[in-house]
């Protein structure tokens, strides 16, 4: 295949962490971007803000029906009648697949589909799957995919080993334009380190929803176990388990920090805070936020069942644990916290990312064109 190519893209939206590889393939092919609504279901960006990062004018498919959160859209077969694709993109075994794979086989056409799959090592290794219909479907569904992008090493290596494909490209943000941002917001960084009482220590921070399977009781657990006067807890995000982690943090002799939901500037300038970052995921595809916290310097301890794991280099930018052990969490949390130093906000740190998104970008696009 040459740089013309054709390439369809069915997803259900696009969250602020997939805009870059969005545009990307964007630019690399005669590409058609269609989404299915306008914003997470089970988190509100500003949309409007995303929108105006992209470099493409994305269809929204027309709703055919809405179960809770199940939204069902129509047009697939419209759109791939009309841009006569040569690979169509879709997001891992959902309907969008499925209504593809039939139109492929009942239209006898020869385009390549290619799943964008977020499952982790532990989901599909370890059976912590989100469902057994996702289990299932995946069963059912791969054999007849000519490829998957998958978030990790140690997931791309199972795929191939039960079905021959897989190609890995971990969710990563574009580096020069995000340390970009964490450099304009430096000054913005120490006014709140400032008016938080966080000059001078070692801030701990944790960035997600506040909900069971994040495990943030655990991070509060461990902190409190090593904590001094000498480091902070910041806790990012809002969720049903918000109240009950204040009333915890309340008990302890600790300083602890909610700062409620954030986004865009409001949460990158927290990154040049931190020290170190924690994801304790029970379950976790990947973690955008790991990759977040590492452009911007700052070391990390992230769930081995956590897709994003494979950004760490043990002892070097961080350590993966257990998310059930809060013994090993505080143990390395501790072994971490002794080689971190408080941030300052003279300069920008250097980056704690072992691989750059152009280079990982080139080598999808380049396998994609030659499959």
Not at 187 to 194: G, N, R, T, V
Not at 325 to 344: E, F, G, S, W, Y
Request: with cysteine; net charge positive; glycine share 4%.
């Amino acid at each position: 295949m040459n740089h013309t190519s054709r390439l369809l893209v069915f997803h259900r939206t696009i969250a602020p962490y997939r805009i870059d590889f969005f545009n990307d393939l964007s630019e690399a092919f005669d590409a058609r971007v269609c989404l299915q609504y306008k914003n997470l279901l089970n988190q509100k960006f500003d949309y409007d803000k995303i929108i105006e990062q992209f470099r493409f004018n994305p269809i929204y498919l027309k709703e055919l029906v809405r179960v809770k959160s199940l939204i069902i859209s129509c047009n697939y077969w419209k759109q791939l009648d009309e841009h006569r694709p040569d690979i169509v993109l879709v997001s891992e075994f959902g309907l969008d697949c499925i209504a593809v794979l039939l139109h492929r086989w009942l239209k006898r056409r020869a385009y390549k589909v290619v799943s964008v799959c977020d499952d982790s090592y532990n989901m599909v290794a370890e059976h912590n799957d989100f469902s057994a219909l996702h289990r299932r479907l995946r069963k059912w569904i791969t054999p007849k995919l000519d490829e998957l992008i998958l978030v990790e090493p140690k997931v791309t290596e199972w795929y191939r080993y039960h079905y021959g494909k897989g190609y890995c490209f971990p969710i990563l943000k574009e580096d020069h334009q995000a340390r970009e941002v964490y450099s304009r917001l430096l000054p913005k960084s120490k006014i709140l380190a400032e008016r938080n009482r966080l000059t001078d220590k070692r801030v701990i921070l944790f960035v997600g929803r506040l909900v069971a399977l994040k495990n943030v009781e655990t991070i509060i657990e461990a902190f409190t176990a090593i904590q001094t006067d000498e480091c902070a807890l910041v806790i990012v995000g809002d969720g049903p388990e918000r109240k009950m982690l204040e009333q915890l943090a309340a008990g302890k002799d600790a300083h602890i920090l909610f700062t409620g939901r954030l986004e865009s500037d409001e949460l990158y300038a927290w990154y040049n805070i931190a020290s170190v970052f924690i994801l304790a995921s029970y379950q976790e595809p990947f973690g955008t936020v790991v990759n977040e916290a590492l452009l911007a310097g700052c070391k990390s301890l992230v769930s081995c069942r956590a897709g994003s794991s494979c950004l760490i280099e043990e002892g070097k930018n961080g350590y993966t644990f257990d998310p059930t052990d809060v013994n090993d969490l505080a143990a390395k949390l501790k072994k971490l916290n002794a080689k971190v130093q408080p941030a300052t906000f003279d300069m920008l740190r250097s980056s704690q990312m072992k691989q750059t998104y152009g280079a990982s970008m080139q080598g999808l696009i380049h396998h994609l064109k030659t499959l």
